[in-house]
């Protein structure tokens, strides 16, 4: 019944995968360090939505979070550790070869073109 | 605070990106119209699983349900609607538009090399 080779999706791991998430980790691979602030507002999301997924990631040993100050205002850090690093490209790794078998399929209806 | 364009994940659609989903509607995409039990045993899935994941997606109407019998055996299949292969199409595009940028970043990295 199954295929030779497993489909891509299989291969997709949700607690990366997920919307919200895969956009922080996303966001987090971008930069050095960020702003608890700045991912809120960069992804349109409440304080507790964030906080939420940042717990996710943070179980998983993905992110680490520090908490400090700037002057007197509280600020929290996040930033992405190897193990986040090396889930992102293992998600980037499947997400391209979906992209791919969908783009045989969909091929030259896409909006983007390939360039 | 937040940038001029919105975040890619933005335009992720959680009905069509979740892992099992997006699984589901790539291979359907892939088909005219596919088996219940062909699916089921494609994404490694349980019966009540599966199930779960066709009445999101049925209920989004991206999908369309067809029960029948093959000789005496109750067959069930399935088969995209066209709000469901522009709901792909959509996600397509923001697939690529998340990995264009992630590869911006992890470029010489990736697993599966860019051809």
């Known amino acids: 019944m199954t295929t030779e ?5 299989l291969a997709l791991d949700d607690t990366v995968h997920q919307r919200v998430r895969l956009g922080i980790l996303t966001i ?5 360090e960020c702003r ?4 809120r507002d960069e992804l349109g999301l409440t304080d ?3 906080n939420r997924h940042l717990r996710v990631l943070e179980e998983a040993q993905l992110l680490q979070v ?3 100050y700037e002057g007197r ?6 930033k992405l550790t190897r193990r986040g690093r090396e889930a992102l490209r293992r998600e980037l790794a499947a997400l391209e070869e979906l992209v791919r078998r969908l783009r045989a399929v969909n091929g030259g209806e896409t ?5």
Chains 1, 2 share one sequence.
């Open 36 to 39: 608890f602030a700045t991912l």
């Open 5 to 9: 080779e497993p489909h891509p999706a």
């Open 28 to 32: 987090l691979s971008e930069t050095q």
């Open 66 to 68: 520090t908490k400090g």
């Open 48 to 50: 507790g939505n964030l």
């Open 111 to 115: 909006v983007t073109p390939a360039t």
């Open 73 to 78: 205002r509280p600020v929290t850090w996040l």
